[in-house]
């Protein structure tokens, strides 16, 4: 048995798999490497992490950040972009401003653009910046959500139009609707009543008092940062776009093993606080499942991280707190995925019958994250009471996800085993 164990140990490492080791972690780490390899939806590369008891317990990935000509394999150290948990990194840099009384969370938002923010169906009633933490600002992605550097944000936030354009049904407060677009006029906030750039603010706030790497703008990468940034992959046909499973895989961002990254276009006449979409504090954070999990064992730790207050502690239980439920009239639950919101983090209440259960048979109540976007899924959850979260990086999907679907949530099959192997290998030891 012993022998066959090694041998197990051996090709998993040969195939690029790290983090083996014997009893529960080697059965994970089996587990895992077969979702990885499913037929129904194969995945491009996977990197996650779980902690126990405030402790990381557990790291694996398998698959390859880079595929063709320049492959490299996905390591402990491989960013990938993370898509909406990034407005949950967002969010934390938004506390940090409000914990210096410069923002507001219940001030009229326009207090800070400079300019009127309303509904125009709803002209008397302010927008803060709570709402828009929760999305229930009223606001739709309807009108586009991202714009360059030569769009001002204010004239698509002050026309009658565009972004307002299905917003008529629900007052601002009164209803939640996941739009991207608050994030993008979050942004914008923050580079005002800041004075600096979107993406270095956030290194300011966040990244670099933890030592974490990555950021909101490749193009300012170092040359070993960018050698980790993970390729975003679709196995789509190339010409048609369409899903095929037995094709090749399709670079759909990130691809810096053919060309770097280039500055956003119009970047050297930017004006600040004229476009926070620019560098996406909606979806375009780049970071590792090993810098995430500094962020959640900071979180685990009433907001400190190697005795260094990131965070309050009343900021993160504030964060992390409900400000929306679901009652069945006021919000968009997107099958039953959307059941409570903190300020800018999903909740998990681990309800039967509701979307948002994590793990099968549930057990796991958590707070965090989910992200999807060129092939990316990704899960940031974590339960600060008893210390235990997880994450996952999907860096592409071979197949629809959409013909892959779960069996007890709103996420796809292949999320649902992901979460479950680590919830009762890595957090219950079983």
């Known amino acids: 048995m012993k022998r066959e164990m090694q041998a197990l140990m051996g090709m998993l490492l040969m ?22 390899a499913d037929p129904a939806m194969p995945l491009a590369s996977l990197s996650v992490l779980a902690v126990r008891n405030g402790k990381v317990q557990y790291q694996y990935q398998t698959g390859q950040r880079r595929i063709g000509a320049s492959a490299a394999p996905v390591n402990a150290d491989t ?46 009633q302010p927008i803060t910046l709570r709402m828009l933490l929760t999305h229930t600002s009223s606001l739709r992605d309807d009108g586009g959500y991202s714009w360059g550097a030569d769009v001002a944000i204010r004239d698509k936030l002050t026309g009658a139009g565009g972004v307002w354009a299905s917003a008529a049904n629900a007052a601002p407060g009164a209803y939640f609707t996941y739009t991207n677009l608050n994030w993008g006029v979050i942004g914008t906030i923050m580079e005002k009543v800041s004075g600096e750039r979107f993406d270095r603010l956030m290194k300011r706030l966040l990244l670099e008092p933890m030592g974490i790497r990555g950021g909101y703008n490749p193009s300012e990468f170092s040359a070993a940062e960018l050698a980790d940034v993970a390729t975003l992959y679709r196995k789509r046909t190339v010409d048609t776009e369409v899903w095929d499973s037995a094709g090749p895989w399709i670079a759909q ?120 976007a060129y092939g990316l899924i990704s899960t940031f959850v974590v339960d600060l009471k008893r210390g235990n979260g997880m994450v996952s990086l999907i860096g592409g999907t071979g197949a ?31």
């Open 15 to 36: 195939s690029g798999v790290t983090a083996v080791s014997a009893g529960p972690a080697a059965t994970l780490d089996q587990e895992l490497a077969a979702v990885a």
């Open 79 to 124: 960013m990938f972009r993370i898509a909406s948990i990034s407005k949950m990194m967002t969010t934390f840099g938004v506390m940090k401003l409000v914990e210096q009384h410069l923002l507001d969370l219940d001030a009229d938002a326009g207090s800070y653009l400079g300019y009127a923010l309303r509904n125009p169906h709803f002209p008397e």
């Open 253 to 372: 961002v990130d691809d810096y093993g053919t060309r770097p990254p280039a500055a956003p276009a119009g970047i050297a006449h930017y004006i600040i606080g004229g476009n926070g979409t620019l560098f996406s504090p909606t979806g375009g954070m780049r970071i590792s499942a090993n810098d995430l999990g500094k962020i959640m064992l900071m979180l685990i730790n009433k907001g400190q991280y190697q005795g260094r207050q990131i965070l309050k502690p009343e900021t993160v239980t504030l964060m992390f707190s409900q400000q929306w439920q679901d009652n069945g009239s006021n919000g968009d639950t997107y099958r039953g995925l959307y059941h409570s919101w903190g300020l800018g983090s999903q909740r998990f209440e681990d309800l039967p019958a509701f979307g948002n259960r994590l793990v099968e048979g549930g057990g796991f109540s958590a707070a965090g994250h989910l992200g999807d």
């Open 400 to 430: 629809d996800p959409e013909r892959n679907p779960g069996r007890y949530s709103a996420m796809t099959r292949s999320e649902e085993r992901i979460l479950t192997a680590l919830y009762r290998h890595a957090i219950l030891g079983q």
